[in-house]
């Protein structure tokens, strides 16, 4: 533990992950070269968009793949390398992840990726599903969710792998981990993520039934931190984030690997990490 928490210092909770074996982590100190000042600052892709603001070291990652933002194996890969590419840049310190579409922050894991593909893509999909999670709840940014629509089942974990949720108070909207009602089970890190966002009995409840939350009923039991009106979700979201910032960095990130480490079960650890994606894929083939 003393070199957890020495390491922790050292790399943030990235970098401790990568210390617990993770691939192609980066800890705040590696700033790659190879960005150029305007790739830093602003990146268009298909799918996603990012805009830094340099001077206040906040950038915005919005999800831009209608019609439901759902998570493709492309849309993953495409989150996963700018999520990397902010990581590595030392002059963004906060991620806002919101989406461009009405109604809908994230409609979760896409569907069509679970059906009718071999092993091996069931895997390569699984796995990018992993690195997102860990890349965003092991992040050395501060993150914040600014939910403008319904966020079920993978939009959830997404939702809850940030540091705070902001969401529209809007009771159409919904949120939740609701794979039991599709007859599929939440894996045992959802769970966890779950766990640390709600507590224990609420998550219990939350899974086993597989609910969805109206934006109201998500903040009576936590599991979101705040609701506004749609129109204020992303100046709400800069507001906070310069609270977040006013912390220093490094004690944010001791904090937040402290807390992780002993309230989340080890799927940072690739034995952990192979098995679940093991099981996973073969659940997912014989769907
Ligand atoms: C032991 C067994 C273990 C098995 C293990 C297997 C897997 C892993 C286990 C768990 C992890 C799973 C995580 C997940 O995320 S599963 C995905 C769950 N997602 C949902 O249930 C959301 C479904 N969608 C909705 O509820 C709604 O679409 C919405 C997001 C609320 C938006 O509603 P709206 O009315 O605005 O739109 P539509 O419903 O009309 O949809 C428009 C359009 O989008 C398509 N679509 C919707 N969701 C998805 C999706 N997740 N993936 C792909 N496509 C999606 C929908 O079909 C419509 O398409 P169309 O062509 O008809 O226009």
Not at 70 to 82: H, K, R
Not at 89 to 118: P, Q, W
Request: proline share 5%.
């Amino acid at each position: 533990m003393a070199n957890v928490l020495r390491n922790s210092a050292k790399f943030g909770f990235s970098g401790v992950l990568s210390q617990l074996s993770i691939h192609s982590r980066h800890g705040r100190e590696c700033v790659s070269p190879c960005f150029s000042l305007q790739q830093r600052n602003n990146s268009t892709s298909p799918k996603i968009k990012v805009d830094l603001d340099s001077s206040t070291g906040v950038a915005v990652l919005r999800m831009q793949s209608p019609p439901v933002n759902s998570l493709s194996l492309d849309f993953l890969t495409e989150f996963c390398i700018n999520l990397e590419k902010l990581e590595m840049d030392r002059s963004c310190r906060g991620l806002i992840i919101t989406s461009t579409l009405s109604k809908v922050f994230s409609a979760g894991l896409d569907i069509m990726e679970m059906y009718g593909k071999s092993p091996e893509r069931c895997g390569e999909f699984w796995k990018a599903v992993q690195e997102m999670w860990l890349k965003l709840y092991g992040s050395n940014m501060a993150t914040i969710a600014a939910i403008n629509g319904s966020s079920p089942a993978g939009g959830c974990l997404m939702s809850i792998g940030c540091d705070y949720r902001i969401m529209v108070d809007n009771p159409r909207y919904s949120i939740g981990l609701n794979e039991t009602q599709l007859g599929i089970v939440a894996p045992f890190w959802f769970k966890d993520t779950l766990v640390n966002t709600v507590g224990n009995r609420a998550a219990e409840l939350s899974l086993e039934l597989g609910l969805l939350y109206s934006a109201p009923d998500a903040l009576k039991i936590g599991l979101v931190d705040q609701l506004v009106p749609e129109d204020q979700v992303l100046s709400t979201a800069q507001d906070t984030m310069s609270k977040w910032l006013a912390i220093p960095d490094h004690a944010r990130q001791i904090d937040q690997c402290v807390y992780i480490i002993y309230n989340t079960s080890p799927l940072p650890l690739d034995h952990a990490r192979q098995m679940d994606q093991c099981v996973i894929s073969v659940c997912i083939y014989y769907i």
